[in-house]
C-alpha cells in the first residue's frame, strides 16, 4: 500500500506538470504512456498483498467490531466497504483477464503488442480499484493499532482485578 501511494504521487507530480491548466496533457502520447507505466506499477505493487487482502479486511472487521465505541473512527466503516468493493471488483478484473490472456493467439507472448496491449487495457481496467486501495488501505493499519492499543476483552482491567494482598488473606 505504501508503494501505491508513492507510485500515485509520483502521478499527481508527473500531471501537474505536464498539463494545462484545464487538466488537459501537454503531449497526449507520452501522457498516456506514463499513465500505462502508473497503471502496471500500481499492479505490480498490490501483487504482494493480492493473496491475503480478504483476510485483512476479515481481520480488520473483526477488530473493529470488538473496538470500544470511542476508539473507533466514523470512517473506518466506510473504508472497509470501498476496499472490499474494490477487491470484489479487482478479482472479477483478474479473471477476465486470465480469460483474455489464454484466449490470446500462441504467439502472444510479454513483449508482443498483442499481449501488451492486453494487459495495459487490462491494468488501465483496475486502476481505480487499485487506487482505491492505496487511499484507504491506511484504515487497515489504523483499526490494527487502535485493537492492539484497546484493553483486552479477555484480561480483567486494572480498576476490577483483585488486590493480591487482600486477595491472598482470603
Do not use: C
Amino acid at each position: 500500500m505504501r508503494d501505491s501511494k508513492k507510485i500515485l504521487d509520483a502521478w499527481d507530480a508527473y500531471s501537474d506538470e505536464h498539463t494545462d491548466l484545464d487538466g488537459w496533457p501537454h503531449d497526449d502520447h507520452a501522457y498516456g504512456v506514463r499513465a500505462s507505466q502508473r497503471d502496471a506499477d500500481t499492479a505490480e505493487a498490490f501483487e504482494t498483498l493480492r493473496y491475503g487482502a480478504r483476510h485483512l479486511l476479515a481481520t480488520a472487521e473483526t477488530q473493529l467490531a470488538h473496538l470500544p465505541a470511542n476508539t473507533v473512527q466514523s470512517r473506518w466503516v466506510y473504508q472497509l466497504g470501498v476496499l472490499r468493493d474494490a477487491l470484489d471488483r479487482l478479482e472479477e478484473l483478474h479473471q477476465q483477464w486470465l480469460a483474455t490472456r489464454d484466449a490470446l493467439p500462441i504467439t502472444a507472448k510479454p513483449g508482443t503488442p498483442d499481449f501488451d496491449d492486453a494487459l495495459a487495457e487490462h491494468h488501465a481496467e483496475s486502476w481505480s480499484y487499485l487506487d482505491d486501495w492505496a487511499t484507504h488501505g491506511k484504515a487497515l493499519r489504523e483499526i490494527n493499532t487502535a485493537a492492539r492499543k484497546a484493553p483486552s476483552q479477555l484480561a480483567p482491567t486494572p480498576a476490577l482485578a483483585p488486590d493480591r494482598r487482600t486477595a491472598a488473606r482470603k
